[in-house]
């Protein structure tokens, strides 16, 4: 059966407009570049139908965060903290996410593409569609997600947890890993190359002898 592809953003005639974090502030149909607000906080923001380029948010706290049909490109948001969000149809392209915070959202039809997100956090959220693709995710937490339609491609993996998770059907097999947390009872059904196979063998303490 042919994967399933995350739906792109529907982006309409967009407008060179200025972001800013207030809370219950919204935005939509916006290109929005080169901005850098760093170490703020807001609640309730809403961001739709917009392409955002180059955009710095390290170290923001942003509660209850609502975003659809978005591109975010080439942005910088590092150690952001939005739990709790809601993601539809969103792409991040070439962003840095390191240690970037998604802990219980949910994303429905994204997409990450070619994004250094190590120390990144999904631990707890809902994946429905959600595509991962040459993306640097080392020590990156999958801790007790809930997934449908995941698919890694040609992702760095050392490192990354995913205690808790159901894999059955995840393939991992373009994906790099040294090593890798995974919980034996929930390994049925994952699919991995012979060397692969040989790193978790190792890694739940299982002698191989030749």
Known sequence: MKNKQPLAPCLSSLQTGNFYLEDEAAF???????????????????????HVER???????????DCSNVIFEKCDLSNLEWMGGSFH????????????????????????????ANMSSFSNTNLNTVTFSFCDLEESDFYDVTWKNLQLNKNSLTGSNWFYTKLSTLDLT????????LSQELL??????????????LGLGIVIKD
């Open 28 to 50: 939509s149909d916006l290109y929005i570049h080169n901005e850098d607000h760093s170490y703020s906080s807001a609640a309730n923001v809403i961001l739709r139908s917009c």
């Open 55 to 65: 955009m710095t948010l390290q170290n923001v706290q942003l509660e209850r965060f």
């Open 89 to 116: 149809q969103v792409i991040f392209r070439q962003c840095k996410l390191i240690g970037t915070n998604f802990a219980e959202s949910m994303l429905r039809d994204c997409t990450f593409e070619d994004c250094v």
């Open 174 to 181: 373009t994906n790099t890993f040294e090593k890798i947390a």
């Open 188 to 201: 049925k059904g994952l699919v991995v190359n012979t060397e692969q196979a040989l790193v978790i063998a």
